[in-house]
């Protein structure tokens, strides 16, 4: 017995009582790994992901066009996002910082807003995983060519579904924990999360949390977007593959689609890396929880549990990023937001002095190229460099093609007789030369 413990023994009336404690009252410290990357990391990132998503959310919010467009998932999906991170926040960062500083004010804070607060967030991310799919699901139609419009025509009633079918399954976690006095323990340990007994029966774990709860919910979102994924990926290679066989620019509507349809993969791509180990770990739950609780074996669970937290915030953290990179309209948008508030901030501004923004030169011309015509307009951008466009479909362009290599065929050949017509005139003259200098010559003789 090491002295620190036999200064611990010291302080109760006996052996057994020490025990006791030890077995349910001491608080073990997380330790400074632990601390570092869920105390410091993992609250940083799901900060900047609360002031990025509110900033996106308001962004998508105030452009009427974009809650009648496919961004209107996105906008549903910012706002979840929100609560997602302030829920990380109150519950992992918070929880580490009770066991750290064994803080008597954070403990019973904690174990105050504990059970809503996780209800509340495995609700917003179930809906957001939803939203993920349907908005897969749209881009799937879209790309593939499919004639219907009832995905685009009820994207309010399909986002406030998938809301409901999260608020069902997982809206119940709050009434399955209840806070209970932990025995005769006071400080930082007097409370303990205790689940609820009805929770424990057969028929209600078999159906409802195996079945309904982690095979629809949890997995089956995942799988789906695995597989709209990858056949969005598969179209988009086959689309890319026949424009480069054709050599056409694309038209700035199908750009629009291609940016769209990749903005969609790169979100989705984030969710499945995120929620990859979550859908593991849930296997591993709903098969063989004694191999997770056992001794060797429960350290890793316990960090990988960690890391599956962490994945998740990072995935709403990296929206703006993702958006930005890879949508140009709200790109522009960001950056004419941006510029106001330098504008706004500047020293002019700060003066009262309003500052002229000049307003951008449009000029537009047309360049025949072997691609069709190409409109190029003089940008905004810093650089002022030529942005080209171009409109119609593949077809027009062919026509234009066509078109062209006609004219062009039609001017070369109105050329080459005007040079022969020259040259016939041309030779004509010469041979008339040698007649009038005889004549003339003939004249002065006679």
Not at 239 to 251: D, P
Not at 263 to 291: G, H, K, R
Request: aromatic share 14%.
């Amino acid at each position: 017995m090491t002295s620190t413990m036999t200064t611990r023994v010291l302080e109760f009336d006996s052996l057994e009582a020490y025990l006791f404690w030890e077995e349910n009252c001491m608080i073990i410290s997380p330790g400074e790994t632990s601390f570092i990357v869920i105390g410091v990391i993992g609250c940083s990132v799901a900060g900047l992901s609360v002031v990025f998503n509110t900033f996106l959310f308001w962004l998508l919010m105030k452009n009427r066009k974009h809650r009648s467009s496919h961004l209107l998932y996105l906008t549903f999906l910012a706002a979840f996002d929100i609560f997602v991170s302030i829920a990380y926040i109150l519950l992992f960062p918070i929880n580490i910082y009770v066991d750290y500083f064994e803080s008597v004010v954070l403990a019973n804070a904690w174990y105050t807003y504990m059970p809503l607060t996780l209800s509340i967030s495995h609700v917003m991310m179930t809906a957001s995983a939803l939203l993920i799919v349907a908005a897969a699901f749209e881009r799937f139609v879209t790309i593939s060519k499919i004639r219907t419009q009832f995905a685009k025509r009820n994207r309010y009633l399909i986002s406030i579904l998938c809301l409901i079918f999260a608020i069902f399954p997982k809206a119940p976690m709050f009434f399955e924990i209840e806070v209970v006095k932990n025995f005769n323990c006071t400080g930082a340990s007097q409370w303990r999360p205790n689940q609820i007994d009805w929770i424990e029966s057969e028929t209600l774990q078999t159906l409802y949390k195996f079945w309904f709860r982690n095979i629809v919910i949890t997995c089956l979102p995942f799988f789906l977007c695995f597989y709209l994924n990858i056949q969005i990926i598969r179209r988009l290679r086959l689309q890319h593959q026949g424009a480069k066989l054709f050599r056409f620019a694309t038209s700035e509507h199908r750009q629009n689609i291609r940016a769209a349809t990749l903005m969609l993969v790169c979100v989705t791509c984030s969710y499945l890396a995120s929620n990859l180990p979550n859908v593991i770990l849930y296997i591993l739950e709903m098969f063989d929880m004694d191999f997770l609780w056992d001794p060797a074996i429960r350290p890793y669970y316990s960090y990988v549990s960690d890391l599956v937290s962490l994945l998740t915030v990072t995935s709403c953290f990296l929206r703006l990023p993702i958006y930005y990179a890879c949508n140009a309209r709200i790109r522009s948008e960001v950056l004419e937001v941006f510029d106001n508030w330098l504008n706004f901030f500047s020293p002019q501004s700060l003066h009262g002095i309003k500052a002229k923004r000049p307003r951008p030169n449009t000029t537009v011309r047309y360049c025949p190229t072997d691609q069709g015509f190409m409109i190029f307009e003089k940008t905004a951008s810093r650089r002022g460099d030529l942005k080209p466009k171009c409109y119609g479909t593949g077809l027009d362009k062919v026509v234009l093609s066509v078109a062209l290599t006609g004219m062009d065929g039609a001017l070369r050949r109105a050329s080459a007789h005007a040079r022969l017509g020259d040259a016939q005139e041309a030779t004509d003259m010469d041979l008339l030369r040698p007649v009038f200098y005889d004549r003339r010559q003939s004249d002065q003789y006679s």
